[in-house]
């Protein structure tokens, strides 16, 4: 049972953090680009990525289903009921949030900030790097939501995974399944880990984001 | 490098700020722009920075319009300096702030922190180099802000109020910098500025900005003593000019 808990816990930690960690690398430099530059449908591109935030796990989960399935685009690739597909999965959950916050923080900062980059002689690359510095506070809450998601995340990696002993068994799955046995006890015991681990991974981030205020 | 406005006109949300700006500005000179609040200087100070795009007309640097391949747009935007009225500190310390321009032209080891310290120096702020830039007083702040346009020795610097609402030391300490920068670089400096006595202190040459044209521009002592223009002679005696 110990070792069960700690497979499921270790792979629950793996699926999260590749999958904020993937969003985070699309998303970031994406939401920077795009917070940076005026062109014409950037609202209707906001609107997108707002309705994205509400975007139902089942939903997304059923979509890469799809994908994965062997009938599907990507079915060739072997992914379905593995921990990579659960991580493909909440990457499609995750990285319009963290991709839509990051650009909000950029398009709403200061304009002086760029301005000033400017003036001083930075090029493109420089100023969004400039940016992406002033706007650290904001994008590691980006992240932060983005774990928040993720961590808390059920429908897809449970239709995508397809909660299979051993393999593909994470936190909330099994809390789900354990619900539906009545295993009461054990389903909040995995509770109280999945809080333990959101906690510590905040306190890092949380520390981290301090870090970078004036 | 002489800097030069050739009908510049701007405006914003169909408000003419700018209608038809001429303007030349010789090379080496301290040219002040002087001009109630709300007439155009900024916006045609920001014309010339790259910040703004005219509507109408050129900013021509050296006789030549700025180019439009990126590349040689940036070589000549980094020739040029600018300071705003309201300094904007990036996070980090007063020395990050002042080497900024130095990094992204590729300066770096012991020329870097050499030239930072020398331009924080003729500030007087060399002893706040480590000082975060959000614990700086606004005199200080734009101190620095002087300090992080000069370090990387512009051949035109321009001004804008860059010593409103400060205290009559930090202003003394800025003029004297602009004075003593001037000097050094024989570099061309524009200034904007309300502030009739400091036109007079520190500037070579003024001109009236006044409803988004030129009234009049000439030497320091005539411009202030005897100005031609009805409207400039009202502006400097202190009255409205309309």
């Given at each position: 049972m110990a070792g069960d808990i700690l497979g499921v816990t270790l792979l629950s930690l793996l699926v999260c953090a590749s999958s904020t960690l993937i969003a985070t690398l699309i998303g970031v430099p994406l939401g920077v680009t795009l917070g940076l530059r005026e062109f014409g449908g950037r609202r209707l591109l906001r609107n997108l990525l707002f309705t994205l935030y509400g975007l139902p796990p089942v939903l997304a989960g059923l979509l890469v289903f799809l994908l994965l399935s062997r009938g599907g685009p990507l079915g060739g690739l072997g992914l379905l009921f593995t921990p990579l597909g659960m991580v493909f999965a909440q990457v499609v959950v995750v990285t319009p949030i963290i991709l839509g916050i990051t650009m909000s923080v950029v398009a709403t900062m200061e304009r002086r900030v760029k301005e000033t980059a400017l003036a001083l002689g930075a090029d493109r690359r420089q100023l969004s790097t400039t940016v992406?510095?002033?706007?650290?506070?904001?994008?590691?809450?980006?992240?932060?939501v983005g774990f928040g998601r993720a961590i808390s995340e059920v429908g897809a990696v449970f239709i995508v995974g397809g909660h299979i002993e051993g393999q593909t068994q994470v936190l909330t799955t099994t809390i789900i399944t354990d619900i539906s046995q009545a295993e009461y006890g054990h389903a909040i015991a995995l509770g109280v880990i999945l809080l333990a681990i959101a906690a510590v991974v905040y306190s890092l981030l949380y520390r981290l984001q301090e870090r970078t205020l004036p | 490098m002489t800097l030069e406005f050739a009908g510049i006109s701007k405006a914003f949300d169909g408000r003419e700020v700018l209608r038809g700006v001429d303007l030349r500005v010789e090379a080496g000179e301290v040219f002040a722009l002087v001009g109630p609040s709300g007439v155009g200087k900024t916006t045609l100070l920001r014309c010339a920075s790259f910040l703004l795009r005219p509507d109408g007309g050129v900013v021509r640097f050296g006789g030549r319009e700025a180019p439009d391949e990126p590349g040689a747009a940036l070589a000549l935007r980094r020739r040029i300096g600018f300071v705003a009225q309201n300094p904007c500190l990036f996070r980090g310390t007063a020395s990050y702030n002042v080497s900024f321009g130095l990094c992204v032209r590729g300066v770096e080891g012991r020329e870097l922190e050499e030239r930072t310290d020398e331009a924080l120096e003729s500030v007087g702020l060399r002893h706040l180099a480590n000082a975060h830039g959000s614990k700086l007083s606004a005199g200080e702040a734009q101190r620095v802000a002087f300090a992080r346009a000069i370090v990387v020795r512009?051949?035109?610097?321009?001004?804008?109020?860059?010593?409103?609402?400060?205290?009559?030391?930090?202003?003394?300490?800025?003029?004297?910098?602009v004075t003593a920068y001037h000097r050094r670089s024989r570099a061309t400096v524009l200034i904007v500025t309300h502030n009739l006595f400091q036109a007079?202190?520190?500037?070579?040459?003024?001109?009236?900005?006044?409803?988004?044209?030129?009234?009049?521009?000439?030497?320091?002592?005539?411009?202030?003593?005897?100005?031609?223009?009805?409207?400039?002679?009202?502006?400097?005696?202190?009255?409205m000019p309309y």
């Open positions: 992406l510095r002033e706007a650290a506070a904001g994008i590691l809450t980006a992240v932060m | 512009p051949e035109v610097l321009l001004l804008d109020e860059f010593t409103a609402n400060l205290d009559p030391a930090n202003v003394a300490q800025l003029e004297a910098a007079k202190r520190v500037a070579t040459r003024a001109g009236f900005l006044f409803d988004g044209r030129i009234v009049e521009t000439g030497g320091v002592e005539g411009f202030f003593t005897n100005p031609r223009d009805g409207r400039t002679k009202a502006f400097v005696r202190g009255e």
